[in-house]
């Protein structure tokens, strides 16, 4: 018994001297692996960052060129190619939120029956847009508007003059207007939107950057007189879907697919990014194959032209992006309105919280 102890005894030590001589080795390997944030000299550290990218380079390229010789195999041999990893993202690695819409969300679609925008979007009332200015504006902000005209159908300007918005809004409420959008310019730039839903709101307000006007766009096109298609993305929470239908509202719910318009709002990471396009289907003339690759020939040996249908877009601006500070209960009311939903710097407590 006590030589079979000391044994057992003698092997932990053994095990243990091991363990540590491993560590040790761990260890000297990170100690001679030199980061360049470590390096203070300006010169050398640019040389080993220009090394370790081109390393970096150099592996990707190594795996890139083994995965499509995998999959080349795969296809000669008939069986299926292996499936491609999916890149980790922002957006697919978002933290779980509960206000997330469901396909079989009961309550949701109730809900949708009897907000303020189911009379527009049952198409039992035409949307009717009023346009304006803030009171101090400049050339770009009804340039801006101009274009927005364009993209907007059954859509009005108006000149602001110096009434206030509460006035605006009984006028347009008279008038059998259906939406009320305000564009607002700080030092001669379009900074914010202000979309109100009439006759009882909501009332939108959104931050306006990275505006482009239809000039400023290289080999830009001119709109038709068509109504657009419209194509929302990425609304997926409780409050996305309502700002989605909110600019749904501003549209007509009977497209003419004759005038191949396509006005895009796609919300990314909370920010909505506008985008107008006209859109052209060509044929083209492709050199046939088949499946595995290998191109295809007729009895005679003549290479076969397969004819491929290709969609060609061009801009039509204007482009811009969005971003959503307030939603608020009712028209306009900056003392007693109440909020639905405010931006607050405390919410960014992370990159993966989004709230669209």
């Excluded at 363990?19 to 390997?29: A, C, G, L, Q, T």
């Excluded at 993202?89 to 978002?94: G, K, L, P, S, V």
């Excluded at 009332?125 to 159908?153: D, Q």
């Amino acid at each position: 018994m006590g030589a079979k102890r000391k044994k057992s005894e003698t092997e932990e030590l053994v095990e243990g001297e091991k363990s540590n001589d491993k560590n040790m080795e761990s260890s000297n390997k990170k100690k001679k692996e030199i980061l360049p944030s470590m390096i203070k000299n300006k010169e050398k550290r640019s040389s080993v960052h220009a090394k370790i990218k081109q390393q970096k380079k150099l592996e990707k390229r190594k795996k890139l060129k083994a995965r499509d010789a995998a999959e080349k195999r795969a296809l000669d041999l008939g069986e299926e190619p292996p499936a491609r990893m999916i890149p980790r993202t922002i957006e697919n690695t978002r933290e779980p939120d509960e206000t997330v819409c469901r396909p079989d969300d009961e309550e949701l679609f109730a809900g949708n029956d009897a907000d303020e925008f189911s009379s527009v979007l049952k198409q039992e009332r035409t949307p009717k847009i009023l346009m304006t200015t803030c009171r101090y504006n400049s050339t770009r902000g009804p340039a801006f508007i101009k274009e927005l005209l364009s993209v907007i159908p059954n859509a009005h300007y108006y000149k602001r003059g110096t009434y206030d918005l509460k006035k605006i809004v009984d006028y347009a409420n008279k008038q059998d207007f259906t939406s009320i959008i305000v564009v607002h310019t700080n030092r001669r730039e379009p900074d914010a939107l202000l979309i109100i839903g009439l006759p009882s709101g909501p009332t939108a307000h959104f931050k306006l950057s990275k505006l482009a006007l239809r000039k400023e766009i290289k080999n830009h096109g001119n709109p038709t007189g068509h109504k657009p298609e419209l194509v929302l993305n990425n609304f997926t929470t409780r409050l996305g879907h309502r700002i989605g239908r909110l600019i749904q509202s501003l549209f007509p719910q009977d497209p003419e697919f004759r005038g191949r318009r396509v006005a895009t709002f796609h919300n990314q990471r909370d920010f909505i990014f506008f985008r107008h396009h006209r859109y052209i289907f060509e044929t083209k003339e492709s050199k046939g194959s088949d499946s595995k690759g290998k191109k295809v020939k007729d009895a005679k040996g003549e290479k076969i032209a397969q004819e491929k249908v290709i969609a060609r877009l061009q801009e039509c601006g204007p482009r811009f992006t969005l971003k959503l500070i307030s939603l608020q209960h009712g028209t306009f009311d900056t003392k007693g309105g109440e909020f639905e939903w405010v931006h607050k710097p405390e919410m960014d407590t992370s990159r993966r919280r989004f709230f669209l």
